[in-house]
Structures are given as C-alpha cells and as structure tokens.
Nanobody
Framework: QVQFVESGGGSVQPGGSLRLSCSASGFFLDYYAIGWFRQAPGKEREGISCISSSDGSAVYADSVKGRFTISKDNSKNTVYMDINSLKPEDTAVYYC??????????????????????WGQGTQVTVSS
C-alpha cells in the first residue's frame, strides 16, 4: 500500500528548531516533485517548499526562506524539512505531499496543490513561550 508517514512535530519555544520527516512506502519519492504545506488555525493550507527530483533544486515561500531547509535521503525514501528560528506564526499542521505529474516543481509551484496525489497525515508544530 502507498503510505507517506510523517513524524517530528512537537512543541518548541520561539527560536527553536525541529526536523520533520516523511517516510514513503509503495512509491519512490525520488521520481516526483515533493512539496511541504502547512495549515494554521483559521487559515487556508499553503505551500511552503518544494524540491524537484529533476535537478534537486528547492524553492521556498518568502515566509520561511532562510529558516527552513528541505532535503531528502533517497536511500531511505525519506524527505526532511528542517525548520529553524521558529516563530509563533509558524504554528500549524505540516504536510508532505508527492506530485506524480511532474519531477520539477516549476515556477507556479504554490498554485498547483491540486496536482499532489499522496499526502502525509500531518504533524503538529506548536511554537510558543
């Protein structure tokens, strides 16, 4: 069966860091564009990052650029999101997702959430003092 299992969320103080992980089974994440999304209370789900399997390049939303880093270990079929210098506004449920239609994220990567086929179950990140 196809699974995309997330882990690594938790509660941290402002300025803290976490490593979020998504481990895939039933498909190889290296074949596809892999996105990270988050949904804060009362807000729409938004794309925060995407990594292309075509060339390994990554893109980020302005709100997280310079603080969050996406990476993957193909031997473990796992993608990571290192979230650093955390702020209270980073509090959200974080999701990983695989886009089976493409290998490159593309310039409109934040506008094609509907293309993503496999989703993690979500992991809660809470940033508070």
């Amino acid at each position: 069966q196809v699974q995309f299992v997330e882990s690594g969320g938790g509660s941290v103080q402002p300025g803290g860091s976490l490593r979020l992980s998504c481990s895939a089974s039933g498909f190889f994440l290296d074949y596809y564009a892999i996105g990270w999304f988050r949904q804060a209370p009362g807000k729409e789900r938004e794309g925060i990052s995407c990594i292309s399997s075509s060339d390994g390049s990554a893109v980020y939303a302005d709100s997280v650029k310079g603080r969050f880093t996406i990476s993957k270990d193909n031997s473990k079929n796992t993608v990571y999101m290192d979230i650093n210098s955390l702020k209270p506004e980073d509090t959200a449920v974080y999701y990983c997702a695989a886009n089976l239609l493409r290998r490159a994220c593309g310039s409109e990567w934040r506008k094609n959430e509907y293309e993503y086929d496999y989703w993690g179950q979500g992991t809660q990140v809470t940033v508070s003092s």
